[in-house]
Every structure is written in C-alpha cells, then in structure tokens.
C-alpha cells in the first residue's frame, strides 16, 4: 500500500464546476502537507500548503486538513479549462525531510 | 523571482554511459532534494542536502552519487545508465526556516537512455 493514496481519475468537471480532489495518508505523524499541479512534462507547481486541522482557502483553492482521519483534500471552486492537469498530493513524513507524493489525479475541466 | 535552474534541460545518452545533472537552488536556499520521476509516475525521492552534507536518503541506486557544493548547488552523478534511467530529474530547493518545508521544483532534466 502506498503511503499517499489518490483517486487516479481521471476527474472530469464541467467549466465552472468545483473540482474536489482527495488524499490519504498513512503516516500519523506527517505535519506537513502539499498539492502540486504538474502539467505533462513539466515540473510540479505548488498549489497549497497546509499544516493545521481545518481549510485554509487562496484564491479558488480550499485546502482541507483532516489529521485524525489521515485525510487531506483540495477544492478548485470555478473550474477552468486551464486547470486541467495532475494534481500530487505531497506530504511530508514526521521522521526525514523528503515529500511523499500520492500517484497523482487527472483533472480535466471541459468547456 | 528567481526559480531553481536545471542543467541540462534534456539529455541522451547510451547504455552504460555516465550523466551529470545540475541543480541550482533558489538563491539563499540552503537544501536541495532530487526526485526521479518515470513516465505516467509520482516523484520519487532520491536525495537531499543540507549545508552541503546529505540529510537524507531515498530510492537512491548505487550506481547514483549525489553531492552540494559550498555555492549551494548540487550534482547528481548516474554512472552505468541503465534502459530504466530514462525519466524526468527534478531538483528542488527549500530554505531553512523559510515557510514550512515547502519544496520549490525546478524544470527538471529529461534524460533518455538508449
């Protein structure tokens, strides 16, 4: 079992639909916790961050923090053609500095 | 504002054949992690430096070397190139005490092995 779980997808939305995007984790200590956007071939791009219990919102993004439940989700509220893409769920292990990624969702938002 | 800078952008080489990748860090960043990522895959951490000595070690092959230098950026050395090698190289870059661990990816280097 891998210790960052994603739904693979792909998620598909409507233009101006809210994307919801989920993540568990299996390390109980993890305190850290991230969304990249990664396009095909290019680099993860950092979404989010978020490190306490509850939402943290910016912009069309909501982050969700769940840490007794191990869960950790991201809403894209007005969804745009352009946010079609992977999003990895990152976490970051309470022992060591290194991201664990989930294996990533496909969104795609159709116009 | 500055972002990490990968060298090369794109690589070929051949079957046992050796690489080098470069990492530049954002300026005043003080660790750089690299990952390996294959076609379709998640990230997979390889190795990180902080105050250039290793901090911490993944999936890393032995055929791999990794070090930073006193400029803060870092190599990563792959001898014997295997088929399986052929996938994107990030390397990111965090500062210390800068907002929470948070990891800044650079372009990566795409190497293919023939």
């Known amino acids: 079992q891998k210790e960052v779980e994603q739904n693979s997808g792909p998620l598909s939305v409507p233009e101006g639909a809210i994307a919801s995007l989920n993540c568990t984790y299996s390390?109980?200590?993890?305190?850290?916790f991230f969304w990249y956007r990664q396009y095909s071939g290019k680099s993860p791009e950092l979404i989010m961050s978020?490190?306490?219990?509850g939402d943290k919102e910016d912009g069309r993004f909501t982050a969700q923090l769940n840490k007794a439940s191990q869960y950790v989700s991201l809403l894209i509220r007005d969804s745009q053609p352009s946010d079609s893409a992977t999003y990895l769920c990152?976490?970051?292990?309470?022992?060591?500095?290194?991201?664990?990624f989930g294996a990533g969702t496909i969104l795609r938002v159709k116009s | 504002a500055a972002g990490v800078i990968q060298s090369p952008r794109h690589l070929i080489k051949e079957k046992r054949e050796t690489a080098t990748l470069k990492c530049y860090p954002i300026?005043?960043?003080?660790?750089v992690y690299w990952y390996q990522q294959g076609p379709g895959q998640d990230p997979q951490f390889l190795i990180s430096?902080?105050?250039?000595?290793?901090?911490d070690k993944g999936s890393i092959p032995d055929r791999f070397s990794a070090q930073q230098f006193s400029d803060y950026h870092s190599e990563l050395n792959m001898s014997s190139l295997e088929l399986g090698d052929s996938a994107l190289y990030f390397c990111?870059?965090?500062?210390?005490?800068?907002?929470?661990?948070?990891?800044?990816f650079g372009p990566g280097t795409r190497l293919l092995v023939l």
């Open positions: 300026p005043r960043h003080d660790t």
């Open positions: 978020i490190y306490s219990n």
């Open positions: 990111a870059s965090r500062r210390l005490g800068g907002s929470r661990e948070t990891q800044y």
């Open positions: 430096f902080y105050e250039k000595m290793q901090s």
């Open positions: 390390d109980r200590g993890s305190q850290s």
């Open positions: 990152a976490v970051k292990e309470e022992y060591g500095n290194k991201l664990v």
